[in-house]
């Protein structure tokens, strides 16, 4: 193998204590790094020559991972002109674990790693350039071991020619409204090839304008970039020319946009009419299910609708697409928990005219496992009072509960060292492989490094929960109520299970409004620190009791504890989590943290009760 480092300079570690309450921030240099860029067949680079073949570009950029959840390094091209092969340099602030670096062609700060994918947007409005590309638009990426390393296309795209002057943009839109464009996750197989693996905000069209503001020039040839697609349906072009007027060209043909390739379409705007867009209504009425949920009102026009909603249980939520082809206007109806079916009208209108859309909805069936259950992930924090970096991972932590919005339920786990032990906490930290403070385990499977940049920390648990969500669907909830006596805590739960399982229980007593002693390298200790969520009970087995479910099963279970003396008897709270084993789902997780995962949890201040929680 190859020696990575061209140039060690000096480097620290991420944020976190270990045995002492001692630990360093990462610094703003780094370690040189010189890599040497290929692509696949010599297909597509960045720049297209006029034989057809892409080169890199001098002063192209490229972002450069070294480890999972760590920013990753920007490198530039440092050729003095366009070539097949080229070397790029940049600093990473991290030598590289074992394994394999991870680059992705165009440079963004915002494109992250987590150690199993890339997360990269492909942008649905790209700069037109004659004989090219949008830098920025078409996505390549790469792994090596050593300093060597070939891109591979994300995407393809279609590249066309016109033949009418004054065109100032080109619309692609698929003929059932497929994903082009999007932030996009993605891993790499084991041929270095991306393999899409989500798509977070798909967008269903592509708007090219032409380049600085002006016009297409006509017989050059032009190129939207998008993620690789079948499109059985067909697809839609739509020319929009200075004077304000538009025309399509519908394939009707099925067609595919293959990774690394584009679709040429010569002269695709010939005999087309131009004309002005007229207002037309697509859709007229709604047909919907008693659960909460999304619809779609599509209209067609120049000038954007306005809406007037005859119903308090309907809620205008975005706009997806181009008005000019046809844009949807999603709305959002509310759970009907009636037995009886109900009736909203949207008023859709433009400058002169208003049409009425019906929206029926049916009744509520009663029966719970035909409902969504709400989730709610569980982030437990090993800490400790004297650990000087703990509260930027608190500070982040609540960030994310805003972010989820306030689907993320904290139990603060402090060590035997701390002023607020607990102990049950050195099982789970043999559980989950805790080897220093702070750290995070997200849902039982995602470890979150903590960084002083705490907003950083917060897009990881929630891009954690947003994995969790994607990958492990909910199908447990609960219904429970507390009450104390004296110190003793008792609690009548219900779980509800939609999957039959081996599950496990674990029920928690937290404690909060904890004023006390805390270490704290960013402004200083406190002595008047507030802790909240601090576990203090647990009413099972700390590891959860198993317990096994049908399908459509209600099992009860009445659990009670006594509180520790000197604990807030009127600051408690009830924190309840069910594990479900993987079985023969994909096992995504940081470490080898046994065969389970955090299903679903649900926290309620004591003396109180919450609620079975079906998803609007």
């Not at 297909?43 to 070294?66: K, L, M, S």
């Not at 942008?123 to 920025?136: I, L, T």
């Not at 790469?142 to 943009?169: C, N, P």
């Not at 009736?343 to 719970?368: H, K, L, P, R």
Request: glycine residues 10%; contains cysteine.
């Amino acid at each position: 193998m190859k020696k990575y480092w061209i140039n060690l300079l000096a480097l620290t570690v991420l944020a976190g204590c270990t045995a002492e309450p001692l630990a360093t921030d990462r610094t703003e240099d780094g370690n040189v790094m010189t890599l040497i860029a290929d692509t696949e067949d010599g297909e597509t680079r960045t720049v297209r020559q006029d034989d057809g073949a892409v080169y890199w570009n001098p002063g192209d950029e490229i972002i450069v991972f070294t480890q999972p959840n760590v920013p990753g390094g920007r490198f530039t091209n440092t050729e003095t002109k366009a070539k097949q092969r080229a070397s790029f340099q940049g600093k990473v602030d991290d030598k590289p674990t074992a394994g394999y670096l991870y680059a992705v062609y165009p440079y963004d700060p915002a494109f992250t790693f987590n150690g199993t994918s890339i997360t990269a947007t492909v942008p649905a409005v790209q700069q037109g350039v004659a004989g090219s590309f949008d830098p920025h638009a078409f996505l390549s990426a790469g792994r090596t071991r050593t300093q060597s390393m070939t891109f591979y296309h994300l995407g393809g795209g279609v590249k066309f020619t016109l033949t009418e002057e004054g065109i100032t943009s080109v619309t692609l839109r698929g003929g059932a409204d497929e994903a082009l464009a999007g932030k996009v996750s993605f891993s790499i197989d084991s041929k270095g090839i991306p393999e899409i693996q989500s798509i977070d905000g798909p967008e269903v069209s592509i708007t090219l304008t032409a380049p600085d503001g002006g016009t297409f020039e006509v017989g050059k040839a032009y190129h939207i970039a998008t993620l690789p697609v079948d499109l059985p349906n067909g697809f839609t072009l739509l020319f929009e020319r200075e004077d304000g007027r538009v025309a399509d060209r519908r394939v009707t043909k099925p067609a595919a946009i293959q990774r690394g390739h584009f679709l040429k379409l010569t002269d695709v705007d010939k005999d087309l009419t131009f004309t002005d867009i007229e207002f037309e209504l697509m859709t007229s009425s709604v047909n919907i299910s008693s659960k909460g949920q999304d619809f779609s009102i599509r209209v067609r026009s120049f000038e954007e609708p306005h809406f007037d909603i005859y119903a308090d249980w309907i809620t205008l939520v975005k706009t997806v697409g181009d008005r000019r082809i046809g844009a949807d206007y999603v709305f959002h109806a509310a759970r009907n928990k009636e037995t009886e079916e109900r009736t909203g009208y949207i008023a859709v209108c433009s400058d002169t005219n208003c049409f009425m859309v019906d929206v029926n909805q049916e009744a509520a069936s009663g029966d719970w496992t035909e409902e969504d259950f709400v989730h709610h992930s569980l982030g437990m924090r090993f800490t400790a009072t004297w650990c000087g970096w703990c509260p930027y991972m608190n500070t982040a932590f609540y960030k994310a509960k805003d972010l989820l919005d306030g689907r993320f339920e904290i139990v603060n786990l402090h060590a035997s060292s701390s002023e607020l032990a607990f102990s049950g906490t050195s099982a789970l930290e043999s559980v989950y492989g805790i080897g220093g403070y702070p750290t995070g385990i997200v849902d039982g499977r995602v470890d979150i490094a903590n960084y002083s940049d705490t907003d950083y920390t917060a897009q990881n648990v929630v891009n954690a929960v947003k994995e969790q969500e994607a990958t492990y669907p909910v199908v447990t909830a609960f219904e429970f109520s507390s009450s104390l006596s004296g110190s003793t805590v008792s609690v009548d739960l219900t779980v509800y299970a939609k999957v039959a399982d081996t599950y496990k229980l674990t029920a928690l007593v937290l404690e909060n409004g904890i004023i006390g002693n805390q270490s704290d390298n960013g402004e200083g200790a406190h002595s008047d620190y507030h802790h909240d969520r601090i576990a203090r009970l647990a009413l099972t087995s700390i590891t959860g009791d198993p317990f096994t479910a049908s399908a459509g099963d209600e099992k009860a279970f009445t659990l009670s504890g006594t509180v520790p003396a000197g604990c807030n008897l009127d600051n408690l709270e009830v924190l309840v989590y069910v594990q479900r084993p993987f079985g023969s789902q994909t096992v995504i997780s940081s470490g080898n943290y046994g065969g389970y995962y955090v299903d679903n949890s649900r926290s309620a201040a004591v003396g109180t009760t919450a609620e079975l929680e079906f998803a609007d």
